[in-house]
């Protein structure tokens, strides 16, 4: 099997997770290497043998299928369109990107060129959440009642000091609800799938010079009735794991950090299911670091398979929309003082 052959774009934190990741994945390759600055690509290149090295996609020469975007999130609509002007697929990592209406322009960049566009959700990997989006969508639970998500994290000021684009609204695009929570506000869109109203509240707690929230609390009501709240912060020392508690009429649910912690469903065996402690742990309490990389390399696979399928990727650009939609409304509603709907 010939490995879809990859360019990285960025040599940062995550761009790290995506070398030890690939080599890992047969069926993928990075064949080169895209930097704003070529020295840094050309050393970095040299360092992991990544081949090929240069300043811009439609630099390179050797001849790849795809790209990974490790760059920041308000800069993934810009390369998701250069590497569709050059007829390459996109993975990209999370967010989609930070406006609704650059995430509309790099699907229906990819759709018109036939490519696929992929991202780098990787909770919906965890083989606990598979099996409760499996029951979630048999009805198992019956009638749902509420979730309430928890992700209190900790970064410190020199977290938002390590690079200018942190904590900025145009690139960051937010704070901890569109950068370290958007993982577990994708686990629940794609668990119950979008509420029709948001209320929120956000604030600037404990660190300065950001342009975007360290602290916010969400309240979501879906149309059926159920109800759910969410916080998301990098302001809770020491950083805590994720927390999801799902209440329903046949009983409740706990996970913490993607593994079912507690099981209390009435006539509903627990999901046997190998532990993810590898794909999770840590899971961004305390730092940006992704030093597991198994969730990437689920992804990664997933999305080697897809380009070779002509599929849709397990996270395609609509499904990370969705996500990027409630965020969105989140913040609407946090500006606004009041609960807004949730429009499409
Ligand atoms: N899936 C996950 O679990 C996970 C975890 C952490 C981060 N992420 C995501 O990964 C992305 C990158 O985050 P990171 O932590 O790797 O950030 P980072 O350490 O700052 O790396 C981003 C890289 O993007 C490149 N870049 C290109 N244009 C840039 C610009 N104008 N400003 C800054 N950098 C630019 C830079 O490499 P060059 O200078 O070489 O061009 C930079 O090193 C973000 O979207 C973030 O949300 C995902």
Redesign the pocket.
């Known amino acids: 099997m010939q490995p879809v052959r990859f360019v990285l774009?960025?040599?940062?934190?995550?761009?790290?997770?995506y070398v030890n990741a690939t080599a890992k994945v047969a069926g993928a390759k990075i064949v080169g290497?895209?930097?704003?600055?070529t020295g840094?690509?050309a050393a970095?290149a040299a360092e992991h043998s990544l081949g090929e090295s240069g300043g811009s996609l439609d630099t390179i020469e050797t001849d790849y299928d795809a790209v990974m975007?490790?760059?920041?999130?308000g800069?993934?609509c810009r390369?998701t369109l250069a590497a569709a002007a050059l007829g390459k697929h996109v993975l990209?990592?999370?967010?989609l990107d930070v406006t609704i209406a650059k995430m509309d322009e790099m699907i229906a960049a990819c759709r018109k060129a036939n490519l696929r566009l992929g991202v780098?959700?990787?909770r919906r990997m965890s083989p606990a959440n598979i099996a409760m989006k499996k029951l979630l969508d048999n009805g198992a639970l019956g009638k749902l009642y509420c979730a309430d998500l928890s992700v209190k994290f900790l970064r410190g000021q020199d977290y938002y000091d390590?690079?200018?684009?942190?904590g900025t609204l145009e690139?960051?695009g937010g704070g901890p609800f569109?950068?370290q929570a958007?993982?577990n506000v994708d686990t629940l869109t794609w668990f119950f799938g979008l509420p029709a109203r948001v209320q929120a509240a956000t604030g600037v707690l404990a660190h300065t010079g950001i342009e975007v929230e360290d602290h916010g609390a969400a309240i979501l009501t879906w149309a059926g009735g159920m109800i759910g709240t969410i916080v998301a912060s990098t302001v809770t020392a020491p950083g805590y794991p994720v927390r999801l508690e799902i209440h329903a009429e046949r009983g409740s649910v706990l996970t913490v950090n993607d593994e079912i912690v507690a099981w209390d469903v009435e006539g509903v065996q627990r999901p046997e299911v190998e532990s993810a402690e590898t794909i999770h742990s840590g899971a961004?309490a305390g730092g940006?670091?992704?030093t597991d990389t198994s969730?990437?390399e689920a992804?990664i696979e997933d999305f080697c398979s897809a380009v070779r399928e002509g599929r849709d990727p397990a996270v395609s650009g609509e499904e990370a929309r969705r996500t990027g939609l409630l965020i969105e409304t989140i913040y609407r509603a946090a500006k606004a003082h009041r609960e807004v709907e949730l429009s499409t």
């Open positions: 774009v960025g040599t940062g934190n995550i761009a790290g997770t290497v895209v930097s704003r600055d840094r690509a970095y975007l490790a760059t920041p999130n800069l993934h390369d990209t990592e999370k967010p780098a959700f990787q390590s690079a200018p684009w942190r690139v960051d569109i950068q958007s993982h961004g940006v670091a992704v969730g990437h992804i």
